[in-house]
């Protein structure tokens, strides 16, 4: 049994060697076949933020391609937005922003990559609310 995991490990760490040999950049958009407009696209790599309600921050840990929308128009039928882009609605998640740039890059994208704004902490204390100041006092009105 153990000789087996050593080989296992011997052949995950020659698979590593290789896919980071592999991830030198090409062009995917030349093998795609897709069309030319299909190919042009400008794209946002960002970092979600947590939703105000929550305050975990399970979910906010990846990074995600947003497609910049194309020409839009509105339809004289029912006044309806419409596109004829058919990626407008398409989110990628990944793990790291290095590979979301390393997708958009492949793939020929021209990109921009939005920082996340880091809040800063203040700690605070509840007995801070009953603490004596020399300031006047604040009224609070409830209607």
Known sequence: MQRFSVLRRQLSSKALEQTNSERRLFQAELLSG???EL?????RIYRPANTPTQNGSARSNHWRIDFDTMDKWENSLMGWS?????????????V???DAILFAERQGYD???DLPKE??????MYADNFKYSDKPLRLMRTK
Request: charged share 20%.
């Open 39 to 43: 190919t042009q696209h400008a794209v």
């Open 111 to 113: 990109y921009w990559v």
């Open 96 to 98: 790291n922003k290095e």
């Open 119 to 124: 809040g800063v902490f203040k700690p605070k």
């Open 82 to 94: 419409s596109s004829a882009d058919p990626v407008q609605a398409l989110s990628l998640k990944f």
């Open 34 to 36: 897709a069309p030319q």
